[in-house]
Nanobody, 127 residues
Framework: QVQFVESGGGWAQPGGSLRLSCKAS????????MGWFREAPGKEREFVAA????????YYIDSVKRRFTISRDNAKNTVYLQMNSLQPDDTAVYYC????????????????????WGQGTQVTVSS
């Protein structure tokens, strides 16, 4: 059974940085594309970023390009999201998910590979 455990969220001032982590279990991690989603108050969950199995192909929504960086460590079954230049609109609960497509193509279309989600990690950006 797949399990995702997100961590690293917290409070940041506008312009600040946070680094999120997500450890996955129950899947052959290095065979899966990985990605991040977020759910802001009163909004639907949205795709944020995806990364291919080997870390060579990254995809971002326009609003986070050049501010967020997704990476992974296959030896640790962990995917990361480095978030810089944070803005109040980045406030949300962040979740990770996996994609049976090794390049994360389904994640890019907001189609997570698994219906089960972790508890997420709260990110709050405010002054």
């Amino acid at each position: 059974q797949v399990q995702f455990v997100e961590s690293g969220g917290g409070w940041a001032q506008p312009g600040g940085s946070l680094r999120l982590s997500c450890k996955a279990s129950g899947i052959p991690f290095s065979d899966y594309g990985m990605g991040w989603f977020r759910e802001a108050p009163g909004k639907e969950r949205e795709f944020v970023a995806a990364l291919a199995w080997n870390g060579d192909h990254e995809y971002y929504i326009d609003s986070v390009k050049r501010r967020f960086t997704i990476s992974r460590d296959n030896a640790k079954n962990t995917v990361y999201l480095q978030m810089n230049s944070l803005q109040p609109d980045d406030t949300a609960v962040y979740y990770c998910n996996a994609d049976r497509d090794m390049y994360g193509s389904n994640l890019r279309e907001a189609r997570p590979g698994f219906g089960s989600w972790g508890q997420g990690t709260q990110v709050t950006v405010s002054s």
